[in-house]
């Protein structure tokens, strides 16, 4: 069973940088397009970054400029880092597969809060 274990949040200031991982385990991680997505308070979660087998890169405008999103297949991870962080980026960070039925179950999840 595949298992998603997102890791690398916290709470930082405007303005900052974090990098979040997510480890995925018991899959041919390196067969699938991967994605970052997010869930703000009261908001329906949102897919805003997705690296494809190849690793050629999409982002939401949202993001663009500010975030990158990369992949280690040795490591099964994909990772999402993030720069110049904004109080609207405040939201619990996950990873999955892209479309609106993820293959994969959902972990839980890291929670990233920007605020002074």
């Known amino acids: 069973q595949v298992q998603l274990l997102e890791s690398g949040g916290g709470l930082v200031q405007p303005g900052g940088s974090l990098r979040l991982s997510c480890v995925v385990s018991?899959?041919?991680?390196?067969?699938?397009?991967m994605c970052w997505y997010r869930q703000a308070p009261g908001k329906q979660r949102e897919l805003f970054a997705a690296i494809n087998t190849g690793c050629g890169t999409n982002y939401a405008d949202s993001v663009k400029g500010r975030f990158t999103i990369s992949r280690d297949n040795a490591k099964n991870t994909v990772y999402l880092q993030m720069n110049s962080l904004k109080p609207e980026d405040t939201a619990v960070y996950y990873c999955n597969t892209p479309g609106r039925t993820p293959l994969f179950y959902w972990g839980q999840g890291t929670q990233v809060t920007v605020s002074s």
């Open positions: 018991g899959s041919i991680f390196s067969s699938y397009a």
